[in-house]
């Protein structure tokens, strides 16, 4: 063990991820998650490319692959239900729009939170309340009332990061609204799905609708996506949250009635802005940030599980590798991961543009058969370097003697 001591608040996977990676390369890890217990279901989430490999070098391929989706492929249907396109899981290497990788979130969190749980300390239902730091350490004051010192701690706590906007301002200056929302909830498998995902664009208001296989072959995800110039309900506010969403999808065709039916009924509904997180730095002294607190791509990139597990590699081999001296660490970490980010964003970007509602002032669609958007996505894709980090220590597991967590699930 180093005796670095760091903490890290989000439960969800670039923080789990994060701490894989930490406890192997020496560190004494904490993480603290505000909610009670991991968090089920959740949208689904890809890896591709690189992530695949991270995947691979923390030895868990068989236990995601075991969790995924089995997703075959998609279908994008008319309001008829006839196909219109056809794409399959197998397609680019198993690295196209349905992956071969697909996960709910809260199955992905589920793995990477067994793996590390009997050598991380979890804490659950607590949040840093103050944060203070000097030269050699950072003393926090968790909400529960404990005080503790750490010698760095991560913020991966989401798209609305609490951290983020105690250290580096409040959330305006940093999120990129993509003039979209999305919603997602799990219903009864009513629909007959069988490992294909149905999609129902309605091109003139530019709202989607989308049926999901997921593992339980008795269930399903729904999804909606609709264009607003703002957003202005309070992320946490779940009922108007549903009152917007059936505003907002009020005669959209399909299998649309069908779904809202469920919404009142449903464990587990999700509805936010399309958004991506901007800064110029993912870190300040002795804090650092990951995953969508640091530099959210939005769903429309497909890419920010990908981001959150290349990152968690990057950023402690690079603490790591810089003697766990936080200036040098954060610095080299956001050198790797800069260029990378920016293509998956550009991905974001362009998708959300092509589901704008079209118009006199709307910009045109995007060319994506262009050989420039096959590089983008090869940079997205593949476009980061993961180095061996030789030299570095790495104890091959996170294996450990099990550590007393507060509400561990």
């Known amino acids: 063990m180093s005796g670095i001591r760091v903490l890290v608040a989000g439960a969800s ?14 560190a004494e890890v904490t993480v603290v998650e505000r909610a009670p217990e991991l968090r ?8 591709r490319g690189v992530a695949k490999e991270v995947i691979g070098r923390m030895g868990l391929d068989a236990a995601v692959r075991a969790a995924c989706t089995d997703t075959a492929g998609a ?18 290497g198993g690295d196209g729009f349905i992956a071969d990788i697909e996960i709910l979130r809260g199955d992905l969190s589920r793995v990477l939170y067994d793996d590390t749980r009997d050598g991380v300390e979890y804490v659950f239902g607590d949040r840093i309340a103050e944060l203070t730091q000097d030269a050699d350490g950072v003393d926090v004051v968790f909400a529960g009332g404990d005080r503790r010192r750490f010698d760095l701690v991560v913020g991966a706590d989401g798209l609305h990061s609490a951290l983020r906007a105690m250290v580096f301002g409040p ?12 919603a997602f909830y799990s219903v009864p498998n009513e629909f007959g799905l069988d490992r294909w995902l149905l999609e129902y664009q309605d ?12 593992q339980d072959a008795t269930r399903a995800m729904a999804m909606f996506y609709f264009a607003s110039a703002d957003f202005d309900v309070d992320y946490r506010d779940v009922a108007a949250q549903k009152a917007l969403l059936r505003e907002r999808m009020a005669g959209l065709g399909w299998s649309t009635p069908d779904i809202l039916a469920h919404l009142d009924d449903t464990p587990d509904f999700y509805l936010d802005q399309v958004a991506q997180v901007v800064m110029d730095r993912w870190s300040s002294g002795r804090v650092g940030l990951l995953g969508d607190a640091a530099f959210s791509s939005s769903p429309m990139s497909g890419q920010g599980t990908g981001l959150a597990l290349v990152g968690a590699y990057l950023l402690a081999g690079e603490l790591a590798a810089a003697g766990w001296d936080p200036a040098a660490g954060f610095a ?51 476009g980061v370097e993961l180095p061996d980090y030789a030299g570095v220590p790495d104890s091959g597991a996170t294996a450990g003697p099990p550590i007393t967590s507060s509400a561990k699930p």
């Open 203 to 214: 091109q003139e208001s530019g709202r989607s609708a989308l049926l999901r296989p997921i």
């Open 171 to 182: 959330h305006e200056r940093f999120l990129r609204h993509l003039g979209h929302v999305l």
């Open 332 to 382: 080299r970490y956001e050198a790797r991961m800069r260029s990378f980010v920016e293509a998956n964003q550009e991905i974001g970007r362009l998708n959300a543009r092509s589901r704008d509602v079209p118009g006199p002032d709307a910009e045109p669609s995007p060319d994506f058969a262009g050989e420039w958007f096959m590089e983008l996505v090869g940079r997205a894709v593949n």
């Open 75 to 92: 279908y994008t249907v008319d309001a008829d239900g006839q196909v219109l396109e056809t794409f399959r899981a197998n397609d680019d």
């Open 13 to 26: 996977i670039a923080g789990p991820a994060l701490a894989h990676w930490l406890r192997r390369r020496g």
């Open 40 to 47: 089920p279901g959740g949208q689904a989430v890809d890896a």
